[in-house]
């Protein structure tokens, strides 16, 4: 099991940016690069959305079609960390935002399954004002 603890949600205008961080907890003996990672937002009364994913060396990313163009993935496996810059934010954005280690990587996101998320924490609000 991992702990992820992330941090740097908020309100924000639209138009707006925020840079949320999530920082991995992996226990001894095992290596934070040997995970994949994603990003996940739930609304209330909305299925969980995937809207970010990453591969162990952070070479190849993928986005939803909501958010590409706009967020922008990235890890550190130095800090142990994940990153998801968001520009350009939209009400639709508003979410709670968690990260989450998966049992693999696509970047065609719609091809993950409930299964596939291992651990995640407890998420940061997003909300975006119009």
């Known amino acids: 099991q991992v702990h992820l603890v992330e941090s740097g949600g908020g309100l924000v205008q639209v138009g707006g940016s925020l840079s949320l961080s999530c920082v991995a907890s992996?226990?001894?003996?095992?290596?934070?690069?040997?995970?994949?990672m994603a990003w996940l937002r739930q609304t209330p009364g909305k299925e969980r959305e995937v809207v970010a994913a990453?591969?162990?060396?952070?070479?190849?990313?993928g986005y939803a079609d909501s958010v590409k163009g706009r967020f922008t993935m990235s890890r550190d496996n130095a800090k142990n960390t994940v990153s998801l810059q968001m520009t350009d934010l939209k009400p639709e954005d508003t979410a709670v935002y968690s990260c989450?280690?998966?049992?693999?990587?696509?970047?065609?996101?719609?091809?993950?399954?409930?299964?596939?998320?291992?651990?995640w924490g407890e998420g940061t609000q997003v909300t975006v004002s119009s």
């Open positions: 989450a280690t998966t049992t693999k990587y696509t970047s065609a996101l719609s091809y993950y399954l409930p299964v596939d998320f291992t651990s």
């Open positions: 992996v226990g001894r003996g095992r290596s934070f690069k040997n995970y994949f």
């Open positions: 990453i591969n162990r060396d952070g070479s190849d990313t």
